[in-house]
C-alpha cells in the first residue's frame, strides 16, 4: 500500500562519499504523517536491509517508528554491534529528525548503487534510526512525554546497544558525559564531570565534530567550544540527562549533538545542514567497530548471557548479550581483560588494540567447584527493569 506514495525526495544526486560533487535540494520539512511515509518509501526500496518496527506509542497515540539497517533485518547476529540513532528527543528541535531521514534515504540509496563503504557499514553493523521520540510535541508544543519515555528504556532493554547518539538544537558541539555534576552546585560555576572512559567519550565526541563542516572550529552560536565539544556538566549541570543514563544502565556509549544554532532552521537551511553534517553521520556510526568483541561460552561451548566483562583501570563493565556476545568500546592500547559470573571461575586475558577493526578476544568459563568461594564483582549498571530513574526532557 505504501508503493505508490509520494515525498519529497532529494532533487539532485547527492554528493558521493568520494568527494564527487554533487548538491542535495529540494528538502523540506516532514509533519508526522510525511516522516512515516519517508520511512516507508525507504523500505519499499530497499526491502532486503531495512525493517521498520514500532517501539510503542506517543501519549496522542502516535507510533515511535524506527528504520533498521541490516543485511539481517529483525535478527541480532553473534558479534555484529547495535547502534542507534535518536532525533527529536524535544519537540521544538526538529534538524535531527530531516536529518536522519536525509541518512536513511542516503544509505539505501548508495547500497543500491554499490558504494562498498557503505555496504560494508550496513552488512556489519545492525543500525537503528529513531527519527523522532517525540512526534507529539512537533506537531503540538514540547511537553513531558513519559509514555515516549518509556517506550525509549524498554527499547534499550530489548536491544544491547553498544552505541549512540541523540540529535539536538540550540548550538553547535559535540556533548559527551557526564552531564550531571558531581560536585556540590556553587551558583556561577561549572564542573568537569569525567566517566571512567572520558578518554573515548573525547574521541568519539572529536570523531563526529571534526568530520562535520564547521562543529570543529569552535565558533557558533556566539559560543567556543575548543575543538567542537563539551563534557556536558562543564558546560552546565544537567540530571537525569539521556547520554548518562545510557552510560549508567545499559551498554551503550552516547553522546549529544547539538546541530544547529536555530532549534527549528528553515527548509531552505535543510539542505547545507544535510552535507555539512553527513559525513560526520557515517563517521560516527563507524566507531562501534573499535575496541574489542568477543562470545563468552561455558564448558561445553554453551554461550553465556549477563557475563561481566572488566577492563583493568577502568571502573565501567560491560555485560554479554543474551547470545553470549560482547562488545567494549577502547581505545587503542593493551588491555587486561576479564569475564566473570555466577557460578563460574572468572577468565583473565591481556589484549593489545589498535586503531582499525575491533579485535576479536574470546573467553570460556569453567564451572567453579562447589567449595570454591567466589567473590563476585557485581556489574556496576543497575538493571534498567528496575531503574527508577526518569529522563528528563528538559532543555539542553
Given at each position: 500500500?505504501?508503493?505508490?506514495?509520494?515525498?519529497?525526495?532529494?532533487?539532485?544526486?547527492?554528493?558521493?562519499l568520494?568527494?564527487?560533487?554533487?548538491?542535495?535540494?529540494?528538502i523540506?520539512h516532514h509533519?508526522?504523517?510525511?516522516?512515516v511515509?519517508?520511512l516507508?518509501?525507504?523500505?519499499?526500496?530497499?526491502p532486503?536491509?531495512?525493517?521498520?518496527?514500532?517501539?510503542?506509542?506517543?501519549?496522542?497515540?502516535?507510533?515511535?517508528?524506527?528504520?533498521?539497517?541490516s543485511?539481517?533485518?529483525?535478527?541480532?547476529?553473534?558479534m555484529?554491534?547495535?547502534?542507534?540513532?535518536?532525533?527529536?528527543?524535544?519537540?521544538?528541535?526538529?534538524?535531527?529528525?530531516?536529518?536522519?531521514?536525509?541518512?536513511?534515504?542516503?544509505?539505501?540509496?548508495?547500497?543500491?548503487?554499490?558504494?562498498?563503504?557503505?555496504?560494508?557499514?550496513?552488512?556489519?553493523?545492525?543500525?537503528?534510526i529513531?527519527?523522532?521520540?517525540?512526534?507529539?510535541?512537533?506537531?503540538?508544543?514540547a511537553?513531558?512525554?513519559?509514555m515516549?519515555?518509556?517506550?525509549?528504556?524498554?527499547?534499550?532493554?530489548?536491544?544491547n546497544?553498544?552505541?549512540?547518539?541523540?540529535?539536538?538544537?540550540?548550538a553547535?558541539?559535540a556533548?559527551?558525559?557526564?552531564?550531571?555534576?558531581?560536585?556540590?552546585?556553587?551558583?556561577g560555576?561549572?564542573?568537569?564531570?569525567?566517566?571512567?572512559?572520558?578518554k573515548?567519550?573525547?574521541?568519539?565526541?572529536?570523531?563526529?565534530?571534526?568530520?562535520?563542516?564547521?562543529?570543529?572550529?569552535?565558533?557558533?552560536?556566539?559560543?567556543?567550544?575548543?575543538?567542537?565539544?563539551?563534557?556536558g556538566?562543564?558546560?552546565?549541570?544537567?540530571?537525569?540527562g539521556?547520554?548518562?543514563?545510557?552510560?549508567?544502565?545499559?551498554?551503550?556509549?552516547?553522546?549529544?549533538?547539538?546541530?544547529?544554532?536555530d532549534?527549528?532552521?528553515?527548509?531552505?537551511?535543510?539542505?547545507?545542514?544535510w552535507?555539512g553534517?553527513?559525513?560526520a553521520?557515517?563517521?560516527?556510526?563507524?566507531?562501534?567497530?573499535?575496541?574489542i568483541k568477543?562470545?563468552?561460552?561455558?564448558?561445553?561451548n554453551?554461550?553465556i548471557?549477563n557475563a561481566?566483562?572488566?577492563?583493568?583501570?577502568?571502573?565501567?563493565?560491560?555485560?554479554?548479550?543474551?547470545d553470549?556476545?560482547?562488545?567494549?568500546?577502547?581505545?587503542?592500547g593493551?588491555y587486561?581483560?576479564?569475564?566473570?559470573?555466577?557460578?563460574?571461575?572468572?577468565?583473565?586475558?591481556?589484549?593489545?588494540?589498535?586503531p582499525?577493526?575491533?579485535?576479536?578476544?574470546?573467553?570460556?568459563?569453567?564451572?567453579?567447584p562447589?567449595?570454591t568461594?567466589?567473590?563476585?564483582t557485581?556489574?556496576?549498571?543497575?538493571?534498567?527493569s528496575?531503574?527508577?530513574?526518569?529522563?528528563?526532557?528538559?532543555?539542553?
Amino acid at each position: 500500500m505504501w508503493l505508490g506514495l509520494n515525498i519529497v525526495w532529494l532533487g539532485a544526486l547527492l554528493m558521493g562519499l568520494n568527494g564527487t560533487v554533487a548538491w542535495a535540494s529540494d528538502i523540506q520539512h516532514h509533519r508526522y504523517e510525511e516522516l512515516v511515509r519517508a520511512l516507508f518509501v525507504v523500505q519499499s526500496e530497499c526491502p532486503y536491509i531495512t525493517r521498520i518496527y514500532s517501539i510503542g506509542r506517543s501519549v496522542e497515540g502516535r507510533h515511535l517508528y524506527v528504520l533498521e539497517f541490516s543485511d539481517n533485518p529483525g535478527i541480532h547476529e553473534a558479534m555484529e554491534p547495535e547502534f542507534k540513532y535518536v532525533g527529536n528527543m524535544h519537540g521544538n528541535e526538529v534538524l535531527g529528525r530531516e536529518l536522519l531521514i536525509q541518512l536513511s534515504q542516503f544509505l539505501c540509496e548508495e547500497y543500491r548503487a554499490g558504494n562498498q563503504r557503505i555496504t560494508r557499514l550496513i552488512h556489519d553493523t545492525r543500525t537503528h534510526i529513531l527519527p523522532t521520540m517525540n512526534p507529539d510535541g512537533y506537531e503540538v508544543a514540547a511537553k513531558q512525554v513519559e509514555m515516549e519515555t518509556l517506550a525509549v528504556i524498554k527499547w534499550m532493554q530489548n536491544y544491547n546497544f553498544v552505541l549512540s547518539a541523540n540529535l539536538h538544537g540550540g548550538a553547535v558541539v559535540a556533548n559527551y558525559p557526564f552531564d550531571k555534576s558531581r560536585d556540590p552546585r556553587i551558583r556561577g560555576k561549572t564542573t568537569y564531570a569525567a566517566t571512567p572512559d572520558d578518554k573515548i567519550f573525547k574521541k568519539l565526541a572529536r570523531t563526529y565534530s571534526y568530520a562535520h563542516s564547521w562543529m570543529h572550529k569552535g565558533w557558533n552560536c556566539g559560543d567556543f567550544f575548543d575543538e567542537g565539544i563539551t563534557n556536558g556538566a562543564s558546560w552546565y549541570s544537567l540530571s537525569k540527562g539521556m547520554q548518562d543514563f545510557n552510560y549508567l544502565y545499559t551498554n551503550c556509549f552516547e553522546i549529544t549533538l547539538e546541530l544547529s544554532c536555530d532549534k527549528f532552521p528553515p527548509a531552505s537551511a535543510l539542505s547545507r545542514e544535510w552535507l555539512g553534517n553527513r559525513e560526520a553521520l557515517i563517521s560516527y556510526l563507524e566507531q562501534v567497530h573499535h575496541g574489542i568483541k568477543g562470545m563468552v561460552y561455558d564448558n561445553n561451548n554453551n554461550p553465556i548471557g549477563n557475563a561481566e566483562i572488566s577492563v583493568a583501570g577502568i571502573n565501567h563493565d560491560v555485560t554479554t548479550g543474551v547470545d553470549g556476545d560482547y562488545f567494549r568500546l577502547l581505545l587503542p592500547g593493551t588491555y587486561t581483560v576479564t569475564a566473570s559470573t555466577s557460578g563460574y571461575l572468572p577468565s583473565t586475558s591481556t589484549v593489545t588494540v589498535g586503531p582499525a577493526e575491533a579485535i576479536q578476544l574470546h573467553f570460556y568459563l569453567k564451572v567453579a567447584p562447589k567449595d570454591t568461594n567466589l567473590t563476585q564483582t557485581h556489574h556496576n549498571k543497575k538493571n534498567l527493569s528496575s531503574a527508577k530513574v526518569p529522563l528528563n526532557l528538559g532543555p539542553r
